[in-house]
């Protein structure tokens, strides 16, 4: 299981890779556009910023799950499993944030959140069964 929650952490990690790059190198481009609706240049420009931000959030909480992983297929599971939860937790966490305060964004908060809910409980019932 432990295996299964690392490999699932890998890809929720590459999913907010993904995620980093539309907010933060893309913002305001087609696939942004797509993803987060249309904006005008203006809203665009007023925006920029704080999707910049929130793209190294998500690319930050990427890295953490994927050391976490790396760590814990290496056989270093007590500090691999801690960092891997904590990075899908956190994604996990904030993925709840927006299915409960937005319900225009549900769909888009059960994508984000998928895949670190399902490397959370692998990971979780791996501990358990050690």
């Known amino acids: 299981m432990l295996i299964l929650g690392s490999v699932l952490a890998l890809a929720a990690a590459a999913l907010h890779v993904v995620i980093f790059r ?3 190198l ?3 481009g087609p696939q942004a556009q797509k993803v987060f609706g249309a904006q005008s240049p203006e809203e665009i420009a007023a925006t920029r ?14 890295v953490l799950a994927a050391l976490g ?4 297929l290496a056989g270093g599971v007590t500090v691999g499993a801690t960092l891997s939860l904590a990075g899908t937790g956190s994604m996990l966490a904030a993925a709840t944030v927006l299915l409960l305060s937005s319900p225009a964004h549900r769909a888009a908060a059960v994508k984000q959140g998928g895949l670190p809910l399902l490397a959370v409980l692998a990971t979780v019932l791996g501990l358990l069964l050690r």
Do not use: K, T
């Open 69 to 72: 992983a790396a760590l814990v």
């Open 26 to 28: 893309a913002w305001g």
């Open 22 to 24: 539309v907010e933060s």
């Open 49 to 62: 910023s704080l999707a910049f931000n929130q793209g190294f959030y998500n690319l930050f909480l990427a």
